[in-house]
């Protein structure tokens, strides 16, 4: 198995941040990870993303889980289990209602993982991008949580 995650403070409401990874067509305005996501982000439906880190390259994912405000995750692989991505985008509110924990893991499982991820190269600095992009916009539209 091999696994990719980032974690980060984010002074805003969980109803802004959600909004911000719900909204597929937004994504390029203001992720720098993301050139494009085709598709609407509800359960069961199938997404599309294009990433500049592989521009030659989408990647389909159907939305597996959404619990909103909360929990969302994005699956692909291939049959009978041999290669399986997932990455779940968590927020975990703070007690002191001063934002949320936000966390975004993508692992990679399967008897031919091994072989596959050799050829996926690290992308914590995208994740680690992602992240401070996503904190970023959610405080512009929303303001630091007081």
Known sequence: ???????????????????????????PRWNPTVTRVDGTIRLGEKITVHARISPDRAFPVTVAALETNQRM???????????????????????????????MREEFTGWLSGLITKSIPDLTPE?????????????????PVR
């Open 1 to 27: 198995m091999k696994a990719f995650e980032t974690t980060l403070f984010i002074p805003a409401r969980p109803e802004r941040i959600w909004a911000l990874l719900t909204d597929a067509q937004a994504y």
């Open 73 to 103: 995750v994005w699956s692909s692989g291939m049959p009978l289990g041999a290669f399986k991505g997932e990455r779940t985008f968590t927020l975990t509110p703070r007690a002191d209602g001063a934002g949320v924990d936000f966390k």
């Open 127 to 143: 994740f680690v991008a992602f992240a401070l992009a996503l904190s970023e916009e959610a405080q512009k539209t929303d303001g």
